[in-house]
């Protein structure tokens, strides 16, 4: 069984920056999903186990930066220049063996960004 704990969420002013972290045991590609109040739950960005190919949702391509460090188990989530619209509740998950899906979920942190 995977496991996967977010942290690093909070409350931040437009334009700020958050680091997110996903504790994640195993050998796996990873990505961050997130979800809005009363919205679907969108793809944010993705890491391959070795961290040498990452992709992003176009959203947030050029602001948020995903980064792996596997002797700490943990994927992080770097995100500068926060807009009001990236308020979300953030989420962790490693991919299976089908490639775009993504078997283990982590439980969520909120990232709220004040206009």
């Known amino acids: 069984q995977v496991q996967l704990v977010e942290s690093g969420g909070g409350l931040v002013q437009a334009g700020g920056s958050l680091r997110l972290s996903c504790a994640a045991s195993g050998r796996y590609a990873m990505g961050w999903f997130r979800q809005g109040a009363g919205k679907e739950r969108e793809f944010v960005a993705r890491?391959?186990?070795?961290?040498?190919?990452?992709y992003y949702a176009d959203s947030v391509k050029g602001r948020f930066t995903i980064t792996r460090d596997n002797a700490k188990n943990t994927v992080y989530l770097q995100m500068n220049s926060l807009k009001p619209e990236d308020t979300a509740v953030y989420y962790c998950?490693?991919?299976?063996?089908?490639?775009?899906?993504?078997?283990?979920w982590g439980q969520g942190t909120q990232v709220t960004v004040s206009s």
């Open positions: 998950a490693a991919e299976g063996t089908t490639r775009g899906s993504y078997d283990y």
């Open positions: 890491i391959s186990w070795s961290g040498l190919n990452t």
